[in-house]
């Protein structure tokens, strides 16, 4: 029997869903999200209250998206092979307010050429916020692809920039 179940929630981005399996969060997407599974995978929908773990995830994330959290600490597990599971721990350790981009990445895991490689694992981040995938960003600082939406990569970031940098970014 699974235990998968999952969680709509409303923000300023609108509806996120949190999906978790036992203790852990496995996904997080937004309603148009490119590589969103389908919705029968999620298990049932709970409510914040019937569920301790997606209810503090919710909270974090609201917190997150109000600019009174700067960091998760929930249990996350992300279903990938281990190329992408590499290029998810390097992004986790991008610091709020911070970017990289995929040639960085790809010189982290030893071989520049790996760019177009580590933008696709980006773009199979299930647990998109969470582990930040919108603090990477073009060679030239540019925003390019993002699951949830450019526009929402957008918001995140403008969200995380420190208040004096705004007029030097380069989006």
């Known amino acids: 029997m699974s235990s998968t179940r999952h969680l709509v929630i409303e923000t300023r981005l ?16 937004f309603r148009r999200h490119a590589r969103r599974p ?36 929930l249990p996350l597990a992300a279903e990938g092979d281990s190329f992408q599971l590499a290029v998810w721990e390097i992004v986790k350790s991008i610091q709020c307010g911070d970017t990289t ?15 177009q490689r580590v933008g696709q694992a980006v773009g199979a981040n299930p647990l998109c916020i969470f582990v930040p995938c919108h603090r990477v960003v073009g060679s030239d600082g540019s925003l390019t692809g ?10 995140l970031l403008e969200l995380e920039e420190p208040s004096a940098a705004g007029a030097g970014r380069l989006f």
């Open 14 to 29: 609108g509806p996120i869903t949190l999906v978790a399996e036992g203790e852990t969060i496995t996904g997080v997407y």
């Open 38 to 73: 389908a919705r029968e995978t999620f298990g049932p929908e709970v409510t914040d209250a019937a569920d301790p773990l997606l209810s503090e995830a919710a909270r974090q994330l609201r917190d997150y998206l109000a600019g009174r959290r700067r960091r998760f600490d």
């Open 101 to 115: 981009t995929y040639g960085r990445i790809a010189e982290q895991l030893g071989d520049r050429a790996l760019a």
């Open 146 to 155: 993002y699951a949830g939406g450019l526009e929402h990569k957008r918001a």
